[in-house]
């Protein structure tokens, strides 16, 4: 079945600390992976998107992640975090063999502490 | 519009009542997604639209769970005999093409049934 496992639901950084939050999915096919992120008392937003091409993907506001087929992963990194980066983060996953449905993780939870 | 609208943003319903829950998505946007969210969770799947056809409707979770979109741009869910366990967000979402676009979501409607 697909599915979409985050590895942490709670993490806590003091800011300027570096941010990994983890991603593993399983899906027969091939792949478009994302992360949204939900800022408090705002709708989702998509943080960035693969789809072909170069592994390493750079969305907005400083976030990139990394694609890597053979771990089935797609893990959000951010080299230094700010206070305004507390927010929900959700992994994604849709593809090929799936339909039309985009399949999403149960979230990750981030609290900056200024 | 700029952004996908969903009305209401609140909505109580004692069990037994039907409700009915609207979006209207990004002018041009081809796809529409209607999704699920409990707390603590991520969306989960529900139907969804291109133009006015239906061609997913594999998440809605019972017969009573029914979504139309008849002139292919806004779309309503529509709930009947609401039970407690229908209590949940539910978020629109629109694309231009298909879901390997991402999406842009709605505010979504918190639905709390009585």
């Known amino acids: 079945a697909q599915s979409v496992s985050q590895h942490n639901h709670h993490v806590i950084l003091s800011e300027a600390a570096s941010l990994e939050l983890g991603c593993n999915y399983s899906y027969g096919g091939t792949v478009n992976l994302f992360w949204y992120v939900q800022y408090p008392g705002q709708h989702l937003q998509l943080l960035l998107k693969?789809?072909?091409?170069?592994?390493l993907v750079k969305g907005i506001k400083g976030f990139e992640a990394e694609f890597i087929k053979s771990k089935f992963s797609f893990n959000l990194r951010k080299p230094s975090v700010q206070w305004s980066d507390t927010a929900e983060y959700f992994c994604?996953?849709?593809?090929?063999?799936?339909?039309?449905?985009?399949?999403f993780g149960a979230g990750t939870r981030l609290f900056v502490k200024a | 519009g700029a952004g996908v609208s969903q009305s209401p943003r609140y909505k109580v319903a004692k069990r037994g009542q039907d409700v009915a829950l609207r979006c209207d998505p990004i002018s041009g946007h081809v796809s529409l997604f209607w999704y699920q969210q409990a707390l603590g969770q991520g969306p989960e799947f529900l139907t969804y639209f291109q133009n006015e056809a239906q061609l997913d409707k594999s998440g809605l979770p019972s017969d009573r769970f029914f979504a139309e979109r008849p002139e292919g741009s806004v779309s309503t869910l529509k709930i009947q005999r609401t039970q407690k366990e229908d209590s949940a967000v539910y978020l629109c979402a629109s694309s231009l093409g298909t879901a390997s676009y991402g999406y842009t979501f709605g505010s979504g409607t918190r639905l709390t049934v009585v």
């Open positions: 693969y789809f072909s091409g170069d592994p």
């Open positions: 994604a996953v849709n593809g090929d063999t799936g339909g039309f449905k985009t399949i």
